[in-house]
Nanobody, 127 residues
Framework: QVQLVESGGGSVQAGGSLRLSCVRS????????MGWFRQAPGKERERVAV????????YYANSVKGRFTVSQDNAKNTVYLQMDSLKPEDTAMYYC????????????????????WGQGTQVTVSS
């Protein structure tokens, strides 16, 4: 069992930056496929970034590629989503998720593959 708690959301003007954090607790001894997702009001949940806690290749949605970067501190069981050059269309609730299993060299795990989810943190970008 894994528990995930996100933090770091807030309000920022377009062009600004935010860094989201996700602390993983519970069974932290295993490796996981981690994901960041987001959901804007009235829209479906969107996969933003996916990566392995063991490192390796990362997946980014085209909409955030070049602006968002994932990182992790395994000693703290924490993963991060650095968001730069934010746009109003980035406004959404952001969720951290964890999955067991291997989803390819570039992890393309889908939403349904993730068994563990955080409660979300709101990001609002104003123009």
């Amino acid at each position: 069992q894994v528990q995930l708690v996100e933090s770091g959301g807030g309000s920022v003007q377009a062009g600004g930056s935010l860094r989201l954090s996700c602390v993983r607790s519970g069974d932290t001894s295993r490796s996981y496929c981690m994901g960041w997702f987001r959901q804007a009001p009235g829209k479906e949940r969107e996969r933003v970034a996916v990566f392995y806690t063991e490192g390796g290749s990362e997946y980014y949605a085209n909409s955030v590629k070049g602006r968002f970067t994932v990182s992790q501190d395994n000693a703290k069981n924490t993963v991060y989503l650095q968001m730069d050059s934010l746009k109003p269309e980035d406004t959404a609730m952001y969720y951290c998720a964890a999955a067991r299993g291997y989803y390819g060299n570039v992890p393309i795990a889908k939403e349904a593959d993730f068994a563990y989810w955080g409660q979300g943190t709101q990001v609002t970008v104003s123009s």
